[in-house]
Nanobody, 125 residues
Framework: QVRLEESGGGSVQTGGSLRLSCAPS????????VAWFRQAPGKEREGVAR????????YYADSVKGRFTISQARAANTIYLQMNNLKPEDTAMYYC??????????????????WGQGTQVTVSS
């Protein structure tokens, strides 16, 4: 499986913004479902946003609609998650996931999904 490299986490105050990045160690995100998940202490992992790199279709969890934007920069072979108007409840470890040959009709979580190491996002009130 491809290795995913994440960056961009950090600590901000309520209302602040962060941009997370996810890039593969090799090859390109071609016909791939790339998603961001998050997991807060004591909570289950939840899908935040996903994008199908071939068609450009995007999907968002209700909790982040209107605040988060997932996008791709093909030239940079990178997927971004722009997070605006952050809230304390957004505090979590954020993980990038990539599932090749998957049109993103649901969250990629099967055995062919590659996962990043995670990047911490902390939002203080």
């Amino acid at each position: 499986q491809v290795r995913l490299e994440e960056s961009g986490g950090g600590s901000v105050q309520t209302g602040g913004s962060l941009r997370l990045s996810c890039a593969p160690s090799e090859n390109a995100f071609v016909n791939t479902c790339v998603a961001w998940f998050r997991q807060a202490p004591g909570k289950e992992r939840e899908g935040v946003a996903r994008i199908w790199t071939l068609g450009g279709n995007t999907y968002y969890a209700d909790s982040v609609k209107g605040r988060f934007t997932i996008s791709q920069a093909r030239a940079a072979n990178t997927i971004y998650l722009q997070m605006n108007n952050l809230k304390p409840e957004d505090t979590a470890m954020y993980y990038c996931a990539a599932r090749p040959r998957w049109s993103c009709w649901e969250w990629p979580t099967d055995g062919e999904t590659a996962w990043g190491q995670g990047t911490q996002v902390t939002v203080s009130s």
